[in-house]
């Protein structure tokens, strides 16, 4: 199963902050990777398809970027509402393996 | 709207089993990945089955020979059979699919599956 391994596996960090969370894979992948978000006692929610594109009703201060091994979430400026965990997704082989997540704290 | 609503969870004694149901709106289950992705207590998630376009499945090799996805496209629905149930499988139990994206765009509410004596 390909692994994926996310870092830092938590952070503090204030609003208005420029935050950047990487994914790396233990094989390449080319670009079938996606982020989500989850918050506490909710399902995930899709943030980030094909590595790069927006999902649906998204902000635009979320960003993602990277193909073959190495994966970057970027959220430009920080608010109150992103504090959650982030998850990255491999859509390459199944399993379709998850990262360990990275919780955002204030 | 498109939806997915969870059902069927409780807690269950080591070596029973249980299903979980999933009922779609809004979409064709038969036309797109379905699959079901659990968490446990303060873990991460685990994607552990997934049923294709075209009806074939694949499952994780934690749940391999115990757990079965399916779906009745007459009712839209996804399932999870579950059997030989373990205290590791303990966790909530979400269905996800790919709506308008490669990915899992609309998710479920998740259902808690608790295996205990």
């Known amino acids: 199963a390909i692994q994926l391994t996310q870092s830092p596996s938590s952070l503090s960090a204030s609003v208005g902050d420029r935050v950047t969370i990487t994914c790396r894979t233990s094989?390449?992948?080319?670009?079938?990777l996606a982020w989500y978000q989850q918050k506490p006692g909710k399902a995930p929610k899709l943030l980030i398809y094909?590595?790069?594109s927006l999902g649906g009703g998204v902000p635009s201060r979320f960003s993602g970027s990277g193909s073959g091994t190495d994966f970057t979430l970027t959220i430009s400026s920080l608010q109150p509402e992103d504090f959650a965990t982030y998850y990255c997704?491999?859509?390459?082989?199944?399993?379709?393996?998850f990262g360990g997540g990275t919780k955002v704290e204030i | 709207e498109v939806q997915l609503v969870e059902s069927g969870g409780g807690l269950v004694q080591p070596g029973g089993s249980l299903r979980l149901s999933c009922a779609a709106s809004?979409?064709?289950?038969?036309?797109?990945?379905m699959s079901w992705v659990r968490q446990a207590p303060g873990k991460g998630l685990e994607c552990v089955s997934v049923?294709?376009?075209?009806?074939?499945?694949s499952h994780a090799d934690s749940v391999e020979g115990r757990f079965t996805i399916s779906r009745d496209d007459s009712s839209n629905t996804l399932y999870l059979h579950m059997n030989s149930l373990r205290a590791e499988d303990t966790a909530v139990y979400y269905c996800?699919?790919?709506?308008?994206?490669?990915?899992?765009?609309?998710w479920g509410q998740g259902t808690m599956v608790t295996v205990s004596s």
């Open positions: 049923i294709y376009r075209g009806g074939s499945t």
């Open positions: 094909h590595a790069s």
């Open positions: 809004g979409f064709t289950v038969s036309t797109t990945y």
């Open positions: 997704q491999q859509f390459n082989n199944f399993p379709f393996t």
């Open positions: 094989q390449g992948i080319n670009t079938v």
């Open positions: 996800a699919a790919f709506t308008m994206t490669d990915a899992f765009d609309i």
